[in-house]
């Protein structure tokens, strides 16, 4: 069956797959949240958890999105030293592909 989910003032209860009810925090999930595969699916659950939580400045969602990477990605991506989420983004895409080469 899946997950079903519904927000509840800024969290979201989840029913997972174990008929079990779980309250996440978005904004938590996104300050925690660490790639553990390739950029893109990183990418992917970080803008799923950000596009949740309102008011967050640019620097703040990009101070996440560069904590979570992966040690030697996050490192070339700091020295980057862009302040558009979306380009870093696209950095950390580019550093992966280029260790990958």
Do not use: W
Not at 56 to 76: A, C, K, P, T
């Amino acid at each position: 069956m899946g997950r079903v989910e519904a927000n509840l003032k800024g969290l979201r209860a989840v029913i997972t797959e174990e008929n079990q009810i779980a309250l996440v925090n978005p904004l938590e999930e996104l300050t925690v949240q660490k790639q553990t595969g390739l950029v893109e699916d990183y990418v992917v659950e970080f803008q799923f958890y950000s596009s949740q939580c309102e008011h967050l400045l640019e620097q703040q969602l990009l101070g996440y999105f560069i904590d979570g990477l992966r040690h030697d990605i996050h490192s070339r991506v700091r020295m980057f030293k862009s302040r558009d989420c979306y380009v870093v983004m696209q950095f950390a895409r580019d550093v992966e592909r280029e260790f990958a080469a």
